[in-house]
Nanobody, 123 residues
Framework: QVQLVESGGGSVQSGGSLRLSCAAS????????MGWFRQAPGKEREEVAA???????IYADSVKGRFTISHDNAKNTLYLQIDSLKPEDTAMYYC?????????????????WGQGTQVTVSS
């Protein structure tokens, strides 16, 4: 059974940084597509970054240059480095996994989800 556990969220001031982690267990496939989504109250879940087992990455335009996604294969852990945080980055952040990347932006493309970690940015 695949389990994803996020950590690293918190409350920071605008301009600050956070590094989110997502520890994966029970994932036995040789390939992967892993993504970070966020959801603010009253808004749809939004994909902000994704990475596949070839190391290819993709970012939402709103976070390019501030967010960096990476994956440590030895630790089976996904990371999201978030710099220059803005109040509009406030949301619950979720990691998600699937065997292959099949698209962008659709939560239905991912079958495995973590429970989320809250990021709150104050101005």
């Amino acid at each position: 059974q695949v389990q994803l556990v996020e950590s690293g969220g918190g409350s920071v001031q605008s301009g600050g940084s956070l590094r989110l982690s997502c520890a994966a267990s029970g994932y036995t496939y040789s390939s992967y597509c892993m993504g970070w989504f966020r959801q603010a109250p009253g808004k749809e879940r939004e994909e902000v970054a994704a990475i596949d087992s070839d190391g290819s990455t993709i970012y939402a335009d709103s976070v390019k240059g501030r967010f960096t996604i990476s994956h440590d294969n030895a630790k089976n852990t996904l990371y999201l480095q978030i710099d220059s945080l803005k109040p509009e980055d406030t949301a619950m952040y979720y990691c998600a996994a699937e065997v292959f990347c099949t698209g962008w932006g659709n939560p239905d493309d991912f079958g495995y989800w973590g429970q989320g970690t809250q990021v709150t940015v104050s101005s």
